[in-house]
């Protein structure tokens, strides 16, 4: 009896790639092809992935006698064309969904700009180890978009977009769209008055106690993949 390529599928890490500022482990998968031989391809799955729904995977594109020939023929590949074939399979991905970002991903990668901005303006205003009042208001400001987007990596992405949708009313988010960029703000805006954040007084006392803390947490929620 012919073996099964999915009962014979093997999974090995290739390492991690960067694609507009996300990270993406790599993955070489092989199996069993059918009539013989063995076959493979690469799948990509963001560092943050929450279910491997959100992988994405190229064609096959090996087809050699044996797992080790394929191996072989990964190894010497090269990072730039693995970074290609990630940047591929993210556009075709996108074209088969419409071009439509995943809305969650969406609000998340928006208020991480609007956080780094908002820090970028304390840093280009002085020594960070003195912040001034003006600087101090930019980080709270920036430490209450974090707490949004910390908010929205825990709910579920169809939860999120039928949340999104009750707030929003009969008025959809273009991505395109100026007019609808300033509703997906109000919408962020309203999540935010719903959250039991500390006012300002509050929140200065812990931060100048604990700056440490509060700049992991910021790292870790935007830049490492995962979530604090």
């Not at 990596?153 to 009969?170: I, K, N, P, S």
């Not at 008025?171 to 309203?190: E, I, N």
Request: overall charge negative; some cysteine.
């Amino acid at each position: 009896m012919p073996v099964s390529p999915q009962h014979n599928e093997r999974r090995r890490s290739v390492g991690f790639l960067e694609h507009e500022g996300r990270s993406w482990a790599c993955f070489l998968v092989t199996s069993p092809a059918e009539g013989g031989g063995w076959r493979g391809h690469f799948t990509f799955r963001p560092a943050d992935a929450e279910t491997e729904a959100d992988e994405i995977r190229t064609s096959d594109i090996f087809l050699e006698a044996g797992d080790a020939e394929i191996q072989a023929r990964s190894r010497g590949l090269g990072r730039p064309l693995l970074r290609g074939l990630l940047d591929s399979a993210v556009y075709m991905r996108d074209r088969l969904q419409g071009e439509r970002p995943e809305l969650r991903r969406w609000f998340r990668d928006r208020l991480a700009a609007d956080s780094r901005r908002l820090q970028d303006q304390r840093d280009s205003g002085g020594p960070t180890d003195h912040p001034d009042l003006q600087q101090l208001r930019s980080l709270y400001a920036s430490y209450r978009l974090d707490q949004v987007a910390h908010m929205i990596a825990l709910v579920r992405a169809e939860d999120f977009e039928q949340t999104v949708a009750r707030l929003a009313g009969e008025q959809t988010v273009d991505f395109d769209s100026c007019d609808q960029l300033q509703l997906a703000m109000s919408v962020v805006q309203r999540i935010e008055s719903l959250l039991p954040l500390p006012p300002f007084e509050v929140w200065l006392e812990d931060f100048l106690a604990h700056r440490d803390s509060y700049q992991l947490y910021t790292h870790t929620l935007h830049q490492d993949g995962r979530l604090p």
